[in-house]
């Protein structure tokens, strides 16, 4: 079970990659048109206008096409050979759910038009209630449905993982022996695939209202949820299941929903990058959405693990300096550019679980403060680069200063901590660079 939610997670990754670059795009963009840098004297440039539509167009496709995008991801990374028949198949099951659930809506009159918010109000319902209502539905590829969001695409993957795993090596008689292997797989979709939609157009609004309610929870926890999310998010990082989260909170309405332009927008990623394509986002909205994202990793990112690496560095033993310093550097560096931890985090993990709590714990309060500070950055990354594009270059109302200052707090933290660790607590755990045999390196 543990194999599988990691390699679950790991199936996840793919879908965000194409999406973090896609919200470099929109950070760029919205730069170019942003008073705090250039003042007015791009905003009148025709070209300018017609590149960051164009950014803005690119990414709102993308974003839109997230479920079928996790569907194939999770399709291909769960299935154990001939993946590329697994996504060509998933692809074929994705289209198919949606237009099992789309029927039977039809059946009972539910579709476009009498769950739009003007039918519902015409019908009595309050505004409040009839836009409640209208969230619940969606149109996902030109195809009337629920709004499952990432988890239609994930339910689709796994279930096409399944099929592609139990017949794509099926051997049919020879009469029908051209629809053998691996040509079997997409005709068993066609044929199970109604199935699993009708058992969820009964469960899903069960399932909606539970991850509705998941929802509300860590909204009304407040800057505490953030501390929350913050601490299982590193904490969980050597099962693999940071991943789940991480999507869970960034892709639905565990991480908040918004009324963007009229339209339901769930996801803390999704409200961001939305907000993005604004000339003027509503800083408030788009604060409730990065309270999750990257300002709560910068200063343990881009300040407090490179810092560990030097401590660790100074507490080596001379004799192992020149052999761990290029080790501790290029993990040094790649945390502070790019975002990326773990050859840091996985050097102390198994040699001190104290100090992967303690780090799991200074990454909730980071979370936590900047919360309570109303820093403003966000995307899906958490190195310099997102710092500055989103941070520094959106200009003063980002509050990116703070966020700088409370990383070199976070900085003078962990090489203290580090460098205590590594110097006296842990002198037999083996640490880089040191022997065991002595908590000095005289």
């Known amino acids: 079970m543990k194999t599988f939610i990691q390699k679950l997670g790991k199936s996840l990754m793919g879908p965000l990659s194409i999406i973090v670059a896609a919200g470099l795009l929109l950070g760029l963009a919205s730069t170019l048109l942003n008073p705090n840098v250039f003042g007015n004297a791009l ?70 038009e009498t769950t739009s918010i003007e039918y519902l109000m015409g019908q009595g319902m309050s505004a409040l209630e009839a836009t409640q209502k209208n969230a619940a539905y969606d149109t996902v590829m030109g195809i009337f449905t629920y709004r499952m969001s990432i988890f239609g695409g994930i339910i689709v993957g796994l279930w096409t993982a399944m099929i592609h795993n139990r017949f794509h090596e099926t051997q049919l008689p020879t009469a029908f022996s051209f629809f053998s292997g691996k040509r079997f797989v997409p005709i068993m979709m066609v044929v199970t695939i109604p199935f699993l939609a009708i058992v969820m157009f009964f469960v899903w609004p069960l399932f909606n209202m539970v991850i509705n309610g998941f929802g509300a929870l860590l909204a009304s926890a407040g800057a505490f949820g953030t501390f929350i999310y913050g601490f299982l998010e590193r904490l969980l990082i050597p099962t693999g299941l940071h991943h789940i989260l991480n999507q869970l909170i960034r892709f639905t309405p565990i991480g908040g929903s918004a009324m963007i332009d009229g339209q339901q927008v ?18 408030d ?17 881009v300040f407090g693990l490179p810092a560990a690496c030097y401590a660790m560095y100074k507490t080596a033993l001379p004799k192992n300096k020149q052999k761990v310093k290029g080790i501790l550097l290029a ?3 790649t945390s502070l550019f790019t975002g990326i931890t773990e050859p840091i985090e996985f050097s102390f993990f198994f040699i001190s679980p104290l100090l992967w709590l303690f780090h799991a714990f200074m ?42 200052v409370i990383g070199l707090i976070y900085a003078m933290i962990y090489f203290f901590v580090f460098k205590w660790a590594c110097e006296i607590q842990y002198q037999d755990s083996g640490s880089r660079g040191r022997d065991g045999r002595s908590s000095r390196y005289r």
């Open 43 to 112: 905003a009148n440039v025709g070209f300018v206008n017609d590149f960051v539509s164009l950014i803005n167009a690119l990414a709102g496709g993308l974003f839109g096409l997230l479920p079928i995008l996790f569907c194939m991801s999770v399709a291909q990374g769960m299935s154990r050979e001939d993946k590329e028949v697994a996504t060509f198949a998933s692809i074929i099951g994705f289209i198919l759910f949606h237009t099992t659930i789309r029927f039977f809506l039809g059946l009972k009159g539910v579709n476009a």
């Open 266 to 283: 769930s996801g803390a990623l999704n409200i961001f990058n939305t907000l993005l394509m604004q000339a003027e986002p509503d800083m």
């Open 285 to 301: 909205v788009m604060r409730q959405a990065t309270r999750f994202l990257t300002q709560g990793t910068h200063p343990f990112m």
């Open 331 to 333: 993990a040094g560096l």
């Open 363 to 404: 990454a909730g309060m980071s979370f936590l403060i900047n919360t309570l500070l109303g820093v403003c950055i966000g995307n899906a990354g958490g190195g310099l680069i997102d710092l500055m594009l989103f941070g520094v270059l959106r200009g003063p109302q980002t509050k990116w200063l703070l966020n700088v």
